[in-house]
């Protein structure tokens, strides 16, 4: 295998002392702070070393396999808060009603995995119950931003020909905005209820949990004559895990632990391009 080693900042000699760990027949310097180290021996335990070493020095690792292209894949897939954008929306439209600190308490629990999703959405929903919707536009215009390399990530994913998909446990009025913002292909999410010009605290149609992630991975694959075993998933929250589970390639981004345990590659320092060096 070779072993990915990059960060924001990289000292020489902590790779050096890494490969040292691995054993590593060769150093390649691939771009500015981002270095392959070739002919690894792969194991668990080795894994779980180079993880405690690369997490102490604010460093990403990623073993791949030699040769693999981003062109191998068909198809990238992306949860949307805290994932491409910076921000949980639901706990910035809160924020506008004065509810944030109760509506985040609930979405990190669930995030962690400690609620189910369906019920945090449902509980979360129903405390946003008459805030007037143009709160929504206000936390797009204000609060939201892109997360970095999301940009350089996608123009680089589309240049190789993948197709991409959003499918977000949050609202349409987001991933709406991001599908053509973003020139996505795809986008999947719920719709939050307005009456009279304010959120009735409900949502329409059927709610995007973990199921209906991992379906509708399956799905755009389906559509797009591939398996999901040609697909990139990315996510950060336990409502991620089971899209994550199908993906030839399961990316966990600024990712609760739970999520950075089973994913095929932890991104905790770099932005969203760091995939791109995973690559040859």
């Known amino acids: 295998m070779n072993l990915i080693l990059q960060g924001l900042s990289v000292d020489h000699s902590t790779i050096e002392r890494i490969a040292r760990l691995v054993n590593g027949k060769h150093i390649t310097v691939l771009h500015d702070n981002v270095f392959r180290c070739e002919e690894v021996q792969f194991s668990e335990s080795l894994k779980a070393e180079v993880d405690s070493a690369c997490f102490a020095a604010q460093l990403d690792y990623a073993f791949t396999e ?38 985040a308490e609930i979405t990190e629990a669930a995030m962690r995995g400690e609620i189910e999703f369906r019920e945090s959405l449902t509980r979360r929903v129903a405390l946003l119950k008459g805030l007037d919707a143009s709160a929504l536009q206000r936390v797009y215009d204000e609060r939201l931003k892109l997360s970095p390399g999301a940009e350089r990530m996608l123009a680089a994913v589309k240049a190789a020909g993948l197709k991409t998909l959003l499918v977000s446990g949050g609202f349409t009025f987001f991933t709406d905005r991001m599908k053509t913002r973003l020139g996505l292909d795809v986008t999947h999410s719920n719709t939050l209820e307005i009456a009279d010009g304010k959120l009735t605290g409900r949502v329409v149609g059927g709610i995007v949990d973990a199921d209906e992630k991992q379906r509708t991975v399956e799905r755009v694959c389906q559509e797009i004559g591939c398996s999901p075993r040609q697909a ?6 336990a409502n991620d895990l089971k899209m994550m589970g199908i993906a030839g390639m399961s990316v966990a981004f600024r990712a609760k632990p739970v999520v950075r345990a089973q994913a095929d590659v932890a991104l905790n320092f770099v932005g969203l391009d760091g995939i791109l060096s995973l690559f040859e």
């Open 66 to 103: 030699p040769g693999r292209k981003l062109s191998d894949f068909r198809l990238v897939a992306m949860d949307m808060d805290s994932t491409v954008i910076t921000i949980e929306c639901i706990d910035e439209i809160a924020d506008m009603q004065g509810l944030k600190p109760q509506v």
């Open 232 to 237: 990139i998933v990315m996510g950060d929250g």
